[in-house]
């Protein structure tokens, strides 16, 4: 499974990183550190990329299978 997160959809809501602590992480001004950017999700933590791609309200994240 592939996340990625749009840096021009991302609005700092933090609902993405709250539903996901072991994947997402928060920067210094409150959006998603690791926007912009896709990578692989690690095993085990598919449940959570799911669930921040649901959360978040401009849908600035997505899920795919790789």
């Known amino acids: 499974m592939i996340i ?4 021009d959809r ?3 809501h933090g609902r993405c990183y709250a539903m996901a602590e ?3 992480t928060d920067d210094d001004e ?3 550190a690791e926007r912009g950017t896709s990578w692989d ?3 085990g933590l ?3 990329a799911e669930a921040a791609a ?3 309200p401009e849908t600035a994240i997505t899920v795919r299978d790789s």
């Open 10 to 12: 991302c609005m700092g």
């Open 46 to 48: 598919t449940g959570q």
């Open 54 to 56: 649901g959360a978040c």
């Open 4 to 7: 990625s997160i749009d840096k």
């Open 22 to 24: 072991a994947l997402l």
């Open 41 to 43: 999700v690690p095993e």
């Open 30 to 32: 409150g959006f998603v």
